[in-house]
């Protein structure tokens, strides 16, 4: 990421209108997208509401571009992307993996391969993405892995056990969750997390003014997310690896202290 994309506030004027000037062709689809998710707003109070509904109005349209990817090819790359990670930093089919809004399974069918049967949980707030899900399971004769697809309100974790997960893992999920969201994430996760245990987070990282576009993306300071972490009785740490990658989040690793 360059110094300016770092020090970019995407929700000022100045920044709207040069991105217009440089940018024309983007001005009606942005306006139409603000018309949406201001109805979706009105329509939908509270955050998870509301990004589900933002959710099922993309996913019906092209579920592999509600997640992120504008191309079948991006979204295979972004999934490998991630799986290459976890596998580098040491995650085995003997381990179990919980994957925190695990869209239609980019990188998820990646990993339910490689685990052991029933040792991998997906979890998402939209209904319309985990049937997507499911039709990637599908598509890849992953049934045999009974993995576990399960929709969620909250991130309190409260249906799971305690001491489970060797990996848990959210990916493009704090670059769409305003703080008290992550907040709560981190004020649980680390109950479910097995000894020596790890979870590894994206973020869209600034290095300026934490802002939002939308309420669909939300841009954050490292350190604002270490300290919610360390209040949370966590460690946390940047993952200056990730950085290399051609991908445009940062990433965090959380652990129990010892
Ligand atoms: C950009 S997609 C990424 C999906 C998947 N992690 C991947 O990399 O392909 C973000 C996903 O997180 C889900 N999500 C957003 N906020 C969430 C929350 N608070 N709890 C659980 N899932 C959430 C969305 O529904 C969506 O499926």
């Known amino acids: 990421m360059s110094r300016t994309t770092l020090h970019t506030n995407r929700s000022s004027l100045s920044h709207k209108v040069g991105y217009a000037v440089r940018n024309p062709a983007k001005i009606a689809p942005y306006v ?34 509600a997640v992120g990817s504008q191309t079948h090819e991006r979204w295979l790359a972004l999934g490998q992307m991630q799986f290459d990670y976890l596998v580098e ?38 209904p319309d993405i985990l049937i997507s899900a499911k039709k990637t399971l599908t598509t890849y004769g992953l049934q045999d892995k009974l993995p576990h697809l399960t929709i969620t309100q909250d991130l309190k974790l409260d249906f799971l056990p305690s001491g489970h997960f060797d990996v848990v893992h959210a990916h493009s999920v704090f670059s769409h969750s305003p703080l008290p969201v992550i907040d709560e994430c981190l004020a649980h996760v680390g109950r479910v997390l097995a000894p020596g245990g790890f979870f590894d987070f994206t973020f869209d990282r600034t290095e300026g003014t934490e802002h939002q576009v939308l309420r ?5 300071r490292t350190e604002t997310l270490i300290r919610l972490a360390e209040k949370h009785g966590l460690r946390a740490r940047f993952m200056d690896d990730w950085e290399t990658r051609k991908h445009g989040q940062s990433k965090i690793r959380v652990t129990n202290p010892e």
């Not at 997208?33 to 998870?48: E, I, K, S, Y």
């Not at 003997?94 to 979890?123: E, T």
């Not at 669909?216 to 954050?220: A, G, S």
Request: with cysteine.
């Open 216 to 220: 669909e993306d939300f841009y954050y």
């Open 32 to 65: 139409r997208r603000t018309a949406r998710d201001t109805w979706l707003r009105l329509r939908h109070p509270g955050h998870v509401a509301y990004y589900r509904a933002v959710m099922a109005s993309d996913a019906g349209r092209n579920p592999e571009a």
């Open 89 to 126: 930093h040491g995650l085995t089919p003997k381990q179990r993996m919980l994957d925190i809004g695990c869209g239609n399974l980019r990188a998820g069918w990646r990993f339910i391969a490689h685990l052991d049967a029933g040792h991998y949980y997906g979890i998402d707030i939209s």
